[in-house]
């Protein structure tokens, strides 16, 4: 299996940017399709992006602001988020599937793999 270790999160001001990164280890993380996901205070976990096999997908609220990238050489997903809202905050999760059946990408279910968390602030 493979463990997932988030990082970058913080306290940024409203309009600012982040990166967070999901660093893999235990498998070959290129085998892998990665997700990130995001859990506010009272809020359901839901879906940000994903990077699939088959491309990039994002939840609407975060299109054109967020951006996933992967570098296997570093077995590390990448999540640049711009252009940051009060409301973009919350503990953001990235998972990882080795599944390659189907997959829309954006589905708590799809990911039996997920990193412990990072915590996202942007104020106002």
């Known amino acids: 299996q493979v463990q997932l270790v988030e990082s970058g999160g913080g306290l940024v001001q409203a309009g600012g940017s982040l990166r967070l990164s999901c660093a893999a280890s235990?498998?070959?993380?290129?085998?892998?399709?990665a997700g990130w996901f995001r859990q506010a205070p009272g809020k359901d976990r839901e879906f940000v992006g994903a990077?699939?096999?088959?491309?990039?997908r994002y939840a609407e609220s975060v299109k054109g602001r967020f951006a996933i990238s992967r570098d296997n050489t570093k077995n590390t997903v990448y999540l640049q988020m711009n252009s940051l809202k009060p409301e973009d905050t919350a503990v953001y999760y990235c998972?990882?599937?080795?599944?390659?059946?189907?997959?829309?990408?954006?589905?708590?279910?799809?990911?039996?793999?997920w990193g412990q968390g990072t915590q996202v602030t942007v104020s106002s």
């Open positions: 998972a990882a599937t080795a599944d390659r059946r189907g997959n829309t990408g954006s589905q708590i279910y799809e990911y039996p793999y």
């Open positions: 990077i699939l096999w088959s491309g990039i």
């Open positions: 235990g498998r070959t993380f290129s085998n892998y399709a």
